[in-house]
């Protein structure tokens, strides 16, 4: 069982650090290949979803935002709850961080700018995902299958 258990943490560690390295990875973009980047997925979510498609690219780019620390929030819950946390407080001031460090890097990236705004949509994105999957958690444990 505990053999068990060290995998589930060296799988939720390694992609937690690959979903950073992807995150950070996209600060690091200039802004002509950011902008390139979010206007393929903005003409590919066009194609698939037609008039539901997001108009516009920083609606796209806001949400993306969201989205991504939305799954980073998950992952530092899911991380967090392997090493025998329960509190959301190390997942959330984790998330933080994440945020603050990623829009620290658009400021050594060319033609990129940090925003304040952003690191709260990020935050946001955060505290949705780990919540998530603690009520996820919650009602599992609650689920009479689980007892």
């Given at each position: 069982?505990?053999?068990?258990?060290?995998?589930?943490?060296?799988?939720?560690?390694?992609?937690?650090?690959?979903?950073?390295?992807?995150?950070?990875?996209?600060?690091?973009?200039?802004?002509?290949?950011s902008?390139?980047?979010?206007?393929?997925?903005?003409?590919?979510?066009?194609?698939?979803?037609?008039?539901?498609?997001?108009?516009?690219?920083?609606?796209?780019?806001?949400?993306?935002?969201?989205?991504?620390?939305?799954?980073?929030?998950?992952?530092f819950?899911?991380?967090?709850?392997?090493?025998?946390?329960?509190?959301l407080?190390?997942?959330?001031?984790?998330?933080?961080?994440?945020?603050?460090?990623?829009?620290t890097?658009?400021?050594?990236?060319?033609?990129?700018?940090?925003?304040?705004?952003?690191?709260?949509?990020?935050?946001?994105?955060?505290?949705?995902?780990?919540?998530?999957?603690?009520?996820?958690?919650?009602?599992q444990?609650?689920?009479?299958?689980?007892?």
């Open positions: 069982m505990k053999q068990i258990e060290n995998k589930h943490k060296l799988l939720a560690g390694a992609l937690l650090v690959g979903w950073l390295a992807f995150i950070w990875g996209n600060s690091c973009l200039s802004g002509a290949e902008g390139a980047v979010s206007g393929w997925a903005s003409r590919f979510l066009a194609e698939i979803l037609g008039t539901w498609a997001p108009q516009g690219e920083h609606i796209l780019r806001k949400a993306a935002h969201f989205t991504e620390f939305a799954l980073l929030g998950g992952l819950a899911w991380n967090a709850r392997l090493w025998g946390k329960q509190s407080s190390l997942p959330l001031l984790g998330g933080l961080l994440a945020a603050m460090v990623d829009e890097l658009q400021l050594f990236s060319p033609g990129r700018a940090s925003m304040v705004t952003d690191v709260w949509i990020d935050f946001a994105g955060v505290a949705t995902g780990a919540l998530l999957l603690y009520l996820i958690r919650r009602g444990a609650k689920s009479p299958k689980h007892k």
